[in-house]
């Protein structure tokens, strides 16, 4: 059993008597007791052309190897010239062979470039460097068999992908009840609000208005299994004036019909208060490292991490929130949700197509809206 328990030291999993350590280190002044390895882009002669090209429609595949391992550390950059390439560009990631992709999303919008922009952010799992370094620490483990591709959805060939990722290999069975990661892509570009008869975000009309089963509510997963929930990055483009985040986080746990999870709007979610203040801020669990001002067209970035306490499910999870009090404002946000949880897994939902994908104002009327533009 020793190697049983410094397995799950080494990957801060969760079981459902542990509900710590899912962003722990292994420990520096014990025996590692796996082998190291290495994946990269690096050119196979020896020569400096470390990157690959892709081709428009080309899906390349970047890790295909074979378990018991754990990824636990992933970099991409690219030299990618064309407009919004980070939501052209999917990533899929594969666990045991399965058919359907256990994580899949637009690369930029995995790393929380959701606005199909570069900006640098920081957490404890995920974070965005200069020069366009894309990083991951997320512990991925696999009993089987592990593969990573990347789809070119664009109309341009990919100049140049880098790529490393560190993997560890075992020499001994993951434990039985071992939880894998998923993440999975969502949009609604606009969310459709209930009115367009406000002038305020305070309005009357709005704040008395209930929402107790969160209908209409934006949602970032729908999940359906045993797991835990561990984060979100969402990106907003506001297609209305004044504040965007007033809607509450409502999370419904093994098929409530009412949330037992119910928060108090969309800054207080990500740790934040008071509109952020205008003030960009990242920290290991929550930020808004892009904080547009209050108007149409304004671009804000936002993110939280449950890794202090996972969300446990034991059938299933959908996570949730208002766009706006009670669902009144028809911004457009789009998210990437994250989680664990015991395979096989049901299938995501289906990308949008490509175009469908690229951040544009609506035309949804309402206060400082005036059709769509770029």
């Not at 998923?182 to 008869?197: I, L």
């Not at 949700?337 to 939902?349: F, I, V």
Request: a negative charge; charged letters at 20%; proline letters at 7%.
């Amino acid at each position: 059993m020793r190697w049983v328990l410094a397995f799950a030291c080494v990957l801060g999993l969760m079981s459902a008597a542990n509900a710590e350590g899912l962003a722990a280190r292994p420990d520096l002044t014990r025996p590692m007791d796996y082998g190291f390895r290495h994946a990269s882009s690096a050119d196979p002669s020896g020569a400096n052309r470390d990157s690959l090209k892709v081709a428009p429609g080309e899906t390349v595949t970047l890790f295909d190897d074979d378990g018991p391992g754990a990824i636990s550390h992933i970099w991409f950059t690219f030299g990618d010239r064309e407009t919004y390439h980070l939501k052209r560009i999917v990533l899929r990631i594969y666990w045991d062979r399965e058919a359907a992709p256990s994580v899949e999303a637009p690369v930029g919008d995995f790393f929380g470039l959701g606005l199909g922009e570069y900006h640098n952010w920081q957490s404890e799992v995920l974070s965005v460097g200069s020069a366009r370094s894309m990083n991951s620490f997320f512990q991925m483990p696999f009993q089987r068999h592990a593969r990573i591709t990347m789809t070119n959805e664009g109309r341009e060939p990919m100049g140049d992908l880098y790529y490393n990722i560190d993997w560890r290999r075992y020499d001994h069975p993951l434990p039985k009840d071992t939880y894998y990661f998923h993440a999975q892509y969502n949009q609604s570009q606009p969310n459709h609000g209930w009115t367009n008869d406000w002038r305020v975000d305070g309005d009357p009309l709005v704040n008395n208005k209930p929402n107790q089963d969160g209908a209409d509510n934006y949602v970032f997963a729908d999940i359906t299994g045993k797991g835990h929930f561990v984060g979100v990055t969402m990106s907003v483009l506001q297609n209305q004036d004044e504040w965007w985040g007033e809607g509450d986080d409502m999370f419904f746990v093994d098929g409530e019909k009412v949330p037992s999870l119910k928060g108090t709007g969309a800054e207080d979610y990500v740790l934040g208060a008071h509109d952020f203040g205008g003030v960009p801020f990242s920290y290991g669990l929550y930020g808004a490292p892009v904080v547009g001002e209050e108007k149409a067209g304004s671009r804000s970035s936002v993110y939280r991490f449950h890794l202090e306490a996972p969300i446990p499910f034991q059938k299933s999870f959908k996570a949730t929130i208002e766009h706006g009090h009670a669902n009144h404002r028809s911004d457009n946000y789009y998210s990437v949700a994250y989680w664990y949880q015991a395979e096989p897994h049901a299938a995501l939902k289906p990308l949008p197509p490509v175009d469908q994908r690229l951040p544009k104002l609506e035309s949804t009327g309402g206060p400082g809206n005036k059709g769509a533009s770029p």
